[in-house]
């Protein structure tokens, strides 16, 4: 099996890996924020408004399958963390593989929490929901410069 180290050594690999907002965290905020805590949690474990909880679990689990960050991940990291002496390889893959989508689901479903929170709250504050929108669209904006001044 796994050593302890490994797995420990894993488990922060994929936390910094959630630590920088990809695709599916977007969603899972936009999603908690305009449908509430049930719909971003559904987009959390699918990782997955207006819509169904199964619907936005449906479109989130389209989401993660092609998000590039997540496929980098699988292919170029998770190899790293197999070793031929620690039994195998299929038993390997899968128990580091149910370890990223158990926390996965865990940071996402606590961000769609969050998010469907923090909705709540400008509902009830009508001065802050008008800055809603201008701060949504600044923190796209951000991160559309920070994505094209980046360094290849």
């Keep these: 099996m796994i050593d302890l180290k490994t797995l420990v050594t894993y488990a922060a690999v994929v936390l910094g890996l959630f630590l920088v907002p990809g695709p599916a965290v977007l ?3 936009g999603r908690a924020a305009s449908g ?3 719909v971003g949690v559904a987009t959390g474990l699918g990782v997955a408004g207006v819509i169904t909880a199964a619907r936005a679990f449906r479109q989130a689990v389209l989401a993660e ?3 590039p960050k997540t496929a980098l991940f699988f292919l170029a990291f998770l190899p790293q963390f197999v070793h031929r002496g620690s039994g195998p390889v299929v038993a390997q893959l899968a128990t580091l593989g149910l ?5 996965s689901a865990i940071y996402t479903s606590l961000i769609a929490l ?3 929170a923090f909705a709540r709250l400008i509902s009830r504050h009508r001065g802050i929901g008008k800055w809603q929108g201008k ?3 600044s923190i796209y904006i951000a991160l559309g410069a920070r994505l094209a001044l980046q360094e290849r």
Excluded at 99 to 103: D, G, Q
């Design 135 to 137: 701060v949504v669209g």
């Design 36 to 38: 509430g805590r049930r």
């Design 27 to 29: 969603m899972t905020v």
């Design 99 to 103: 370890l990223f989508a158990c926390m």
């Design 65 to 67: 399958l092609l998000n």
């Design 114 to 116: 969050g998010a469907g």
